[in-house]
């Protein structure tokens, strides 16, 4: 996941980066990993200009499907809104690209 997280901060885009479903698009992304017989997800956002925010990093916990849980869903969405004002704060910064 190191690797991937360090592609979208260079601008580029890691083979197993894909969009997570139900955020428009691919402004946020997920990387999910195996490691030992268990899952890892990461999600970060790159809706703004040379910057990327990791939004959630998590082990899957259940043993059936494969889709996020509704609560992981709704952290997530929070934490996108905080990235969204805290980056319209930052000096310089302020426009979503």
């Known amino acids: 996941m190191g690797y991937a997280l360090y592609r979208a901060?260079?601008?580029?885009?890691?083979?197993?980066?894909?969009?997570?479903?139900g955020f428009g698009?691919?402004?946020?992304?997920?990387?999910?990993?195996?490691?030992?017989?268990?899952t890892f997800r990461a999600v970060y956002t790159v809706k703004f200009a040379s910057v990327i925010y990791v939004l959630?990093?998590?082990?899957?916990?259940?043993?059936?499907?494969?889709?996020?849980?509704?609560?992981?869903v709704k952290l997530i969405q929070r934490r996108l809104n905080?990235?969204?004002a805290d980056y319209k704060i930052q000096p310089?910064?302020?426009?979503?690209s």
């Open 9 to 21: 901060q260079i601008g580029e885009k890691h083979r197993n980066a894909k969009p997570l479903k």
């Open 25 to 38: 698009g691919a402004g946020v992304l997920e990387i999910v990993a195996d490691h030992v017989g268990d």
């Open 56 to 72: 959630h990093v998590f082990q899957k916990k259940s043993k059936s499907g494969i889709k996020t849980s509704t609560e992981d």
């Open 82 to 84: 905080a990235a969204e």
């Open 92 to 96: 310089g910064k302020g426009r979503s």
